[in-house]
Antibody, heavy 120, light 104 residues
């Protein structure tokens, strides 16, 4: 079954840029949208954005100005960059596959999560 | 933006009891509603999609119902591993605030 493995820096300084990568294995990378979702400690889930294998992307308006999503189809990987970080960006970040028969909207496979702490 | 509300915030039950969780949308989402289970330190797990379809590998004790603005997740008989937080989610990619099911 599809596996998502993610990695990246766990401690980032305020005003700097968060950078995470997610590798997809044991399944097709094409034909799906791939999302990033975050969860501050003790709080709920917040969708950041999604990108397809072709590079088509959609973003949560709350992040549009400071988020960059990219894909490397040769490696079946997707990446997230989030700039101008503040303490409010401290969270567990997940990558996930978007699925749906009519249109993709639910998340059926998830990465293990990466805790990112924004602190000097 | 469609807002999801979940009730109750916390549900205290014993193993073997029936759990009924509610999710209400501020506007109709047709039948496009998903449910997730999350345990501490783990990623969410998809339980139900399109309001009533169980995801792969999800036990039959989990069922979903509803359409439009009102949805229900039912766990027919709670197993020890079912005590967790449950989230609903709509096509705009927003999630509800969650319902915690804990042991009474």
């Amino acid at each position: 079954q599809v596996q998502l493995h993610q990695w990246g820096a766990g401690l980032v300084k305020p005003s700097e840029t968060l950078s995470l990568t997610c590798a997809v294995s044991r399944g097709s990378f094409s034909g799906y949208f791939w999302s990033w979702i975050r969860q501050p400690p003790g709080k709920g889930l917040e969708w950041i954005g999604e990108i397809s294998q072709s590079g088509s992307s959609n973003y949560n308006p709350s992040f549009t100005s400071r988020v960059t999503l990219s894909v490397d189809t040769s490696k079946n990987q997707l990446s997230l960059k989030l700039s101008s970080l503040t303490a409010a960006d401290s969270a567990v970040y997940y990558c996930a596959r978007s699925s749906g028969y009519d249109f993709p909207y639910y998340f059926d496979y998830w990465g293990q999560g990466t805790l990112v702490t924004v602190s000097s | 933006e469609i807002v999801l509300t979940q009730s109750p915030a916390t549900l205290s039950l014993s193993p073997g009891e029936r759990a009924t969780l509610s999710c209400r949308a501020s506007q109709t989402v047709s039948n496009y509603l998903a449910w997730y289970q999350q345990k501490p330190g783990q990623a969410p797990r998809l339980l139900i999609y399109d309001a009533s379809n169980r995801a792969t590998g999800i036990p039959a004790r989990f069922s979903g119902s509803g359409s439009g603005t009102d949805f229900t997740l039912t766990i027919s008989s709670l197993e020890p591993e079912d005590f967790a937080v449950y989230y609903c989610q709509q096509p705009g990619r927003t999630f509800g605030p969650g319902t915690k099911v804990d042991i009474k």
